[in-house]
């Protein structure tokens, strides 16, 4: 009789067991497993903005070094009778120099004085004529003027046979509505008091102070 419990207690367990088993698996399967986070990338740094370049003026003139104070910034325009002559640079050196050296070396400047004046000028033919200085107009049309004694253009050889040079001009002819943009010498001994730009076309002149007459 004791046999027979045991035995009916022991199915009655296993039975159970099973029944429990089940269960687990049944509720294990049903239950979503959770994904495993993927590890965050590393952040790249923010490339940092550069500044951007203050650009560099450019350097028109040195008329402060000689003690000329502008009245007005450079290009300056001074236009007659449809001759517009119009000064886009100016630098003053000592004859020695090693920039006046250079340049009279390659463009075989003649004559002397005691300052190399080199300009940067644009001229251009606003009449109906044609304009010229050359063997056939030999009249001066321009004049640059610091003080009492006068600046004279110098010639370089260099362009002696080519009119309307772009780079160091003697000799030029422009047909209306003609412009020429080159660079032109002066050669000077005197002392720098002022400074303006005369002129002169068909009896007419036009004259344009860049600094001023001091005041007696």
Do not use: C, H
């Not at 009789?1 to 022991?10: D, G, H, Q």
């Not at 740094?45 to 028109?60: D, E, L, Q």
């Not at 049309?141 to 160091?168: C, H, I, V």
């Amino acid at each position: 009789m004791k046999k027979k419990i045991v035995e009916a207690t022991m199915a009655a367990t296993m039975l159970l067991g099973a029944v429990l088993g089940q269960g687990v698996v049944a509720n294990a399967e049903a239950v979503t497993p959770v994904a495993t986070a993927k590890p965050t990338a590393a952040v790249k740094p923010t490339a940092s903005v550069k500044p951007t370049a203050t650009p560099m003026p450019i350097m028109r003139d040195n008329l402060s070094k000689f003690g000329l104070k502008k009245e007005v910034e450079l290009p300056v325009t001074v236009t007659v009778g449809g001759l517009s002559y119009t000064l886009e640079k100016i630098m003053i050196y000592d004859i020695n120099s090693k920039d006046a050296q250079g340049l009279i070396k390659k463009y075989d400047y003649q004559g002397t004085g005691k300052y190399f004046i080199w300009t940067k000028i644009t001229v251009e033919n606003k009449s109906r004529d044609m304009i010229r200085q050359n063997v056939t107009d030999l009249s001066e049309k321009w004049r640059l003027l610091f003080g009492d004694e006068p600046t004279a253009p110098t010639m370089p050889k260099a362009s002696y046979y080519k009119p309307n040079s772009n780079e160091a001009v003697w000799d030029w002819s422009l047909a209306p509505g003609q412009k020429l943009s080159t660079y032109q010498a002066y050669l000077y001994s005197g002392n720098f008091n002022w400074f303006y730009i005369k002129a002169k076309y068909k009896g007419a002149s036009e004259s344009k102070y860049i600094v001023n007459r001091p005041v007696e």
